[in-house]
């Protein structure tokens, strides 16, 4: 907490003037006392000798009230007089108390979370971040500006450092890995609800559509007739007597294409079809040895630390990503940046669909403030600590003069207002007596 520097008017000029004119009060009041107290001591022959004896009780009474008030002040941030009173030095001895009072104080009264959700509610955020992305200049300026904070992280990755610091850590964690078991537990998800037996619905709806293909008759045909003259070439040539060898192959193409198609249609009809109860097994007797039978997983594994060593695997994988960062980094650096020009269409995009999609706005609003939510309670305790640990940290001397130089001026003028009140109330008091009245 720096001090300010010593100028004209400076708050170190203005406190110290005060302090002077509360002082010089002071020395007026205990000047006045004095006086009185002479002066009555002369009796009947002082001159207005009525008057000494009010000017006493105001004298009195208001060095009283002065003294009184200086050490109040005093107190609040040092031992006056260097004395080690009850309760002074307020300020630097309740330190840690006051800043976490304060830390609680504008948790509770400035961050405080339903008034926060309820103000960014009525913000519409999501219209506002509409309205501000279809505006061209502001999709130019996010584009812009999430091109240089890719470039820069590119560069970053670049480093040969950090890349093999990357390449280290994907690799040591994937080494930690159970492939096996995580395997088990993915297809477990991929097949549950049947997902697995609509994957073979439609591998055999393409696998119809292959085998009615009449060029793919024609290829099994050609097939059938050069797989015929390499194992039974004779018995062709007695075929070829009685009719054509390409006609037969041709038919014989059709109706096993036909007999394919046919059985693929039955399977697909039939939920209880042999084959599908077959890859059903298949399927979860897999998923369950993947998990539990100890010779395929290790299996796996060292399928996965060949993998993860194989030299030829790293090389191709580090020209992959060489070749990537290039062109990408290349792009980054132009004017004409296809990467920002594509951000800055999916920035327009946006925003045109926030403006006219209302169950889009109010979505993301609610996405919103559940995020929010959730960081304002971080953010209320966050800053209650900060502040609190911030004040228990400042030096004790620091503190007590940067609050001091900030409110010592007006804690000054509760010097002077104790001194007048003070002397007003001893006339009062005189006044009583005078009268009677007690």
């Known amino acids: 907490m720096p001090t300010s520097p ?25 000047c006045l006392f004095l006086l009185s107290h002479v002066m009555m001591r002369q009796g009947e022959t002082a001159p207005i000798a009525a008057f000494w004896p009010w000017l006493r009780a105001f004298s009195e009474a208001a060095t009283v009230g002065a003294l009184a008030d200086w050490f109040a002040v005093v107190a609040l941030f040092r031992h006056p007089l260097g004395l080690p ?18 830390g609680v104080f504008v948790r509770d009264h400035f961050l405080d979370s339903a008034m926060l959700l ?26 812009r500006a999430l091109q240089t904070a890719m470039a820069e992280a590119l560069r970053l990755l670049d480093e040969r450092s950090v890349k093999q610091a990357l390449t280290d850590g994907v690799r040591a964690y994937l080494m930690r890995v159970d492939m096996a078991g995580s395997t088990s537990q993915i ?16 591998v055999l709806q393409q696998l119809g559509g292959y085998l009615s293909n009449e060029a793919v008759k024609q290829r099994v045909a050609d097939v059938l007739v050069r797989y015929a003259q390499r194992e039974w070439p004779k018995l062709l040539a007695m075929v070829g007597v009685m009719t054509s060898v390409d006609e037969l192959s041709g038919k014989m ?8 198609v046919d059985e693929v249609q039955t399977i697909l009809s039939e939920p209880e079809h042999p084959l599908r109860k077959d890859y059903e097994q298949w399927v979860q007797d897999y998923i369950q040895r993947l998990g539990q039978d100890p010779d395929l997983m ?3 594994e060292v399928i996965k630390q060949r993998f993860l060593h194989h030299k030829e695997v790293g090389e191709y994988i580090d020209g992959v990503w060489t070749d990537v960062m290039r062109v990408v980094r290349s792009d980054l650096t132009k004017e004409e940046s296809a990467v920002a ?9 946006l925003g045109t669909r926030l403006n006219n999609d209302a169950t889009l706005r109010a979505t993301l609003n609610e996405h919103m403030l559940s995020a929010a939510a959730g960081l304002a309670e971080q953010l209320r305790e966050g800053a209650k600590e900060h502040i ?7 030096d004790d001397r620091q503190l007590v003069r940067e609050l001091e130089l900030t409110v010592g001026t007006d804690l000054q003028y509760i010097r002077f207002n104790g001194t007048v009140v003070g002397g007003l109330v001893g006339v009062g008091l005189h006044a009583i007596l005078l009268l009677g009245l007690v």
């Open 341 to 349: 020009a594509h951000l800055r269409q999916v920035a327009q995009d």
């Open 298 to 300: 290790e299996q796996v």
């Open 187 to 202: 297809l477990g998800l991929l097949t549950r609800n049947a997902r697995h037996q609509r994957l073979l619905d439609e």
């Open 118 to 143: 309820e103000k960014l509610r009525s913000l519409d955020p999501a219209a506002r971040l509409g309205q501000w992305l279809s505006q061209p200049e502001q999709s130019e300026r996010v584009s």
């Open 388 to 394: 609190s640990r911030t004040v228990r940290q400042w």
């Open 85 to 102: 009173f009850p309760h002074t030095a307020i300020i630097p001895n309740k330190k840690n108390s006051l800043g976490e009072s304060l």
């Open 6 to 30: 010593s100028r004209p008017d400076s708050p170190e000029r203005r406190l110290r003037r005060m302090k002077r004119s509360a002082l010089a009060l002071l020395a007026l009041t205990i």
């Open 253 to 260: 193409a059709d109706r096993l294409a036909r007999a394919l």
